[in-house]
């Protein structure tokens, strides 16, 4: 997975936003509670974050060091994707009534791909700080948002239609969600043998 991937997948969420009308801006989608307003300003780049990034750097051992690891981490029994899922939910609504279409917008089209561009070419092993899991590698992040704004485009292609999502990016998605799980446990029911269920592997 790579930095061009997800430039492309939020220059796909900006064409798909400039075509919605205000009642599809106001769609629920299958997330009970969200609207794909919320769901824009859910994945929407926040260039801030992106450009404290240029020089944050952690000494010591990153908590993850691939996108597998952070999810397994997050949706472990009692992780942060079960625990403050309903803070997500409500961060979400308030971002969507707070920024104005032209401002959610900009951030996937132009904000986005520049705070990425101004990134350059950071080493994915480098590590940096994580306000979860103290410190993660560039690697881990990279790959995290990716899963995050493919799943949620799914989301809402299922609530408003549209062109379907990049095969890069869904086989992309499907390597890392596959490495989730224990490997031995997850070719095991894959194949109809293992009597362990392992999905869903994120929430």
Known sequence: MNTEMLERL?????????????????????????????LFAHVAPDPAIMAAMRDARVAGPAAATDGAEVLRI?????????????????????????LDTDELL??????????LAELGDIDPATVLPHPHLGAVTYQALLEVAI??????????????????VPRAALLGT??????????????????????????????
């Open 174 to 203: 499907v390597q890392v969600l596959a490495a989730v799980p224990d490997p031995v446990e997850f070719i095991e029911a894959a194949t109809g043998r293992g009597a362990i269920a392992v999905l869903p592997v994120m929430r």
């Open 74 to 98: 997050f949706n472990a029994p009692g992780g942060l994707a079960h625990a403050a899922a309903d803070d997500v939910a409500v961060q979400a609504s308030e971002a969507a009534a707070r």
């Open 10 to 38: 939020w220059r796909s969420w900006a064409e798909r936003g400039a075509v919605l009308t205000e009642e599809q801006w106001a769609t629920p989608t299958r997330l009970p509670g969200w609207s794909v307003r919320a």
């Open 106 to 115: 900009r951030r996937f089209a132009e904000d986005g791909p520049r705070a």
């Open 147 to 164: 899963v995050d704004v493919t799943v949620h485009l799914l989301d809402l292609i299922a609530a408003v239609g549209g062109p379907p």
